[in-house]
């Protein structure tokens, strides 16, 4: 149980184009999702976090207009990187809580490449 | 022997080993902590947890110690496989009601056969 999937695992996309990457509970239902940025040997740093049917709330120096993000159901929360730079290049990955668990379920991440 | 590189500390140990991993964490007011297990291209898998009002918690071949006192979060790994090779990070609760998590730097941990 508690299985989380991405898509796509990977894409690449040219500048200033832009890009959705889906995240989804399979298996239970997650009122919270997370998204995660990590660049090569770096830790996880959070992007955000996302309430089902609430606006999301980004970390600082995070441009909330350049990453949007849809947490429309309760199984489903897209990030869609706009107008994309070869600096957005980088693993992302979400993860999700269900109603009652502390425990976030990470999913597989995607790995972006803007050319 | 443990060395800290560029990014990343990183941890080599015979197979067979015992490996300990060691974790700084930033929030004396942090109330439950966990180790994740990332290998190359993946997301990050559970391992172990660990609540603030606990200072000792054994897994299967993994036991994790946490001292308040100093902020410090350890993972030990019993018996260490060559499957263990991986990036290994400590993260904390960093409060809130959506229990946002902040990950460590991590550590990678490679098995030499």
């Known amino acids: 149980g508690a299985v989380v999937s991405q898509h796509p695992s990977w894409v690449i996309c040219k500048s200033g184009t832009s890009v959705k990457i889906e995240c989804r509970s399979l298996d239970f239902q997650a009122t919270t999702m997370f998204w995660y940025r990590q660049f090569p040997k770096q830790s996880l740093m959070l992007m955000a976090t996302?309430?089902?049917?609430?606006?999301?709330?980004?970390e600082q120096g995070v441009e909330k207009d350049k990453f949007l993000i849809n947490h429309a159901s309760l199984t489903l929360s897209t990030l869609t990187v706009t107008s994309a730079h070869p600096e957005d290049s980088s693993f992302y990955i979400c993860?999700?809580?269900?109603?009652?668990?502390?425990?976030?379920?990470f999913g597989p991440g995607t790995r972006l490449t803007v050319t | 022997g443990e060395s800290v590189g560029l990014h990343l500390p990183t941890l080599s140990v015979q197979e067979g080993d015992n490996s300990i991993i060691n974790c700084a964490y930033s929030?004396?007011?942090?109330?439950?902590f966990i180790w994740y297990k990332q290998e190359s291209g993946k997301g990050p898998q559970f391992i172990i947890d660990?609540?603030?009002?606990?200072d000792k918690r054994q897994g299967q071949r993994v036991t994790v110690l946490l001292n308040k006192t100093v902020k410090h979060l350890s993972l030990q790994i019993a018996a260490t496989q060559p499957g263990d090779s991986a990036v290994y990070f400590c993260a904390e609760n960093s409060g809130g009601s959506n229990y946002k998590l902040t990950f460590g730097k991590g550590t990678l941990l490679t098995v030499n056969p």
């Open positions: 660990i609540r603030s009002n606990m």
């Open positions: 993860s999700a809580r269900g109603p009652v668990s502390y425990e976030q379920y």
């Open positions: 929030n004396s007011a942090s109330d439950y």
């Open positions: 996302s309430n089902e049917g609430s606006k999301a709330t980004y």
